[in-house]
């Protein structure tokens, strides 16, 4: 009777052995080749791409100015998206981001709606290689077809006008999260880089919460104040997501999370999706560019010869995967470049096509298969399904007939 208990005492240490020797010995090459097959299984979801701002800013949203078909990398300033590069990259399931710097309620409403036409007509033109997704299932079915699912997330509480008649209405029009703010605070949420006004949300920001998790709109903390991100995880009743974010504790920019509002979500079952904008990553580069912009034009050329930029690199997004990893698990953490909405990147994530990269980097610095289709899709579909799920529970309650708080006739 004694051997069989020894037997089952140290099979769980040698698996742990073989696991870990594993690890060591995987090559380049076959990290390459489990990428290749999770891909295959999962898809790669992003939190947030701004090409469609790259369309307007650039082409008042004429796509015939732009074939996105080729490799459009020798444009000026750069970009960072295109077809050939998602391919290459292995970007399944990307959340497009409607972002729009109007604030008067009426403009910012109509050009949402504007930048939500944008993506439609991109999903239309390119439909051999993209397809519109609204819910986890259409994300899986249109992965199986071979294309990339399409998601549209607005950036900013601005962008519903302060209504919750027109925030309805743009779920209705496929979007499928919200950041509470952008970088301004307005009439119910407070923002990271801006002045606190109601100590995080205010009670009509508590309701458009709820309103969120009626509809089905996944809530996203990106660039709020960290009492915003709090009464948002305290409030919602559905997990929420950082849709391109880092963790404090590696560097701390302004709008980064702290360690406490981390295990918020953790509770909160959420996920962070991980920017990769170099200044939120790493602090000596954050210092340099902080530095860099109070130099003038004049005095910068020898200014940059004394100070060369710090350079950041994939090992500085492990860096911030690792923390999360180590602080609340692996559950909660996601991929959210931001590319196309940032004019540097780091070495080795020049564009969208870096993901396989950094994913065969992971591998390398042992994170297991099962870990890396975690991060790859199987944390956001799980976070897109509770949402939903939480949507069918909420059915019964009715919409708020209320306008919201930009109406005249609203209070
Ligand atoms: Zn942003």
């Known amino acids: 009777m004694v051997w069989p208990m020894v037997w089952m005492l140290l099979v769980p240490l040698y698996a742990q052995a073989f696991k870990e020797n594993h690890q060591t010995l995987i090559t380049p090459i076959q990290a390459q080749a489990i990428v290749d097959e999770i891909l295959k299984t999962v898809p790669l979801f992003d939190g947030h791409n701004d090409l469609p701002w790259q369309m307007r800013k650039r082409?008042?949203?004429?796509?015939?100015?732009?074939?996105?078909?080729?490799?459009?990398?020798?444009?000026?300033?750069?970009?960072?998206?295109?077809?050939?590069?998602?391919?290459k990259g292995?970007?399944?399931?990307q959340f497009w981001s409607v972002y729009v710097p109007f604030y008067s309620p009426a403009e910012s409403f109509l050009a949402t709606v504007e930048q939500i036409d944008v993506v439609k007509r991109l999903v239309k033109q390119y439909h051999n290689d993209l397809a519109l997704a609204t819910s986890a299932d259409e994300v899986e079915s249109i992965h199986k077809a071979g294309k990339i699912a399409s998601l549209?997330?607005?950036?900013?509480g601005h962008s519903m006008g302060h209504s919750l008649a027109a925030l309805r209405q743009l779920y209705?029009?496929?979007?499928?999260?919200?950041?509470?703010?952008?970088?301004?605070t307005h009439?119910?949420?407070?923002?990271?880089?801006?002045?606190?006004?109601?100590?995080?949300?205010?009670?009509?920001?508590?309701?458009?919460?709820l309103e969120m998790n009626r509809l089905g709109m996944i809530v996203d903390l990106s660039h709020t104040s960290e009492d915003t991100m709090k009464d948002a995880l305290t409030i919602s009743k559905a997990p929420v997501i950082f849709s391109h974010s880092a963790p404090k504790a590696v560097c701390q920019p302004h709008r980064n999370a702290s360690d406490d509002v981390l295990q918020m979500l953790k509770k909160n079952q959420g996920v962070m999706m991980v920017i990769f904008l170099p200044s939120f990553l790493n602090c000596?580069?954050?210092?340099?560019?902080?530095?860099?912009?109070?130099?003038?034009?004049?005095?910068?050329?020898?200014?940059?010869?004394?100070?060369?930029m710090p350079k950041v690199g994939m090992s500085d997004v492990i860096a911030h995967i690792d923390h999360i990893r180590q602080l609340i698990g692996i559950d909660h953490i996601a991929l959210g470049g931001d590319f196309?909405?940032?004019?540097?990147?780091?070495?080795?994530?020049?564009?969208?096509?870096?993901?396989?990269?950094?994913?065969?980097?992971?591998?390398?610095?042992?994170?297991s298969r099962a870990e890396i289709e975690k991060i790859v899709g199987r944390n956001l579909l799980r976070v897109m399904r509770a949402v939903e799920i939480q949507r069918d529970l909420m059915?019964?309650?009715?919409?708020?007939?209320?306008?919201?708080?930009?109406?005249p006739w609203g209070h």
């Not at 549209?152 to 900013?156: A, N, V, Y």
């Not at 606190?196 to 458009?208: A, I, P, R, W, Y």
Request: hydrophobic share 35%; charged share 25%; aromatic share 6%.
């Open 59 to 87: 082409f008042k949203n004429q796509l015939s100015k732009i074939d996105l078909n080729k490799d459009t990398s020798d444009l000026k300033p750069i970009m960072h998206t295109d077809l050939p590069r998602l391919r």
């Open 90 to 93: 292995g970007v399944q399931a």
């Open 152 to 156: 549209i997330g607005m950036e900013g």
């Open 172 to 184: 209705d029009l496929g979007a499928r999260y919200m950041t509470l703010t952008h970088n301004q």
């Open 187 to 209: 009439l119910w949420a407070d923002a990271a880089a801006d002045q606190s006004k109601h100590q995080g949300l205010s009670t009509f920001g508590e309701q458009v919460v």
């Open 284 to 308: 000596q580069r954050r210092d340099w560019e902080k530095a860099k912009e109070k130099i003038n034009t004049t005095e910068q050329a020898q200014w940059l010869i004394n100070h060369p």
């Open 340 to 367: 196309d909405g940032m004019q540097e990147s780091p070495d080795g994530l020049d564009d969208v096509s870096g993901y396989r990269a950094l994913l065969v980097a992971l591998i390398l610095h042992g994170y």
């Open 395 to 407: 059915k019964s309650i009715q919409e708020d007939e209320s306008f919201g708080l930009s109406s």
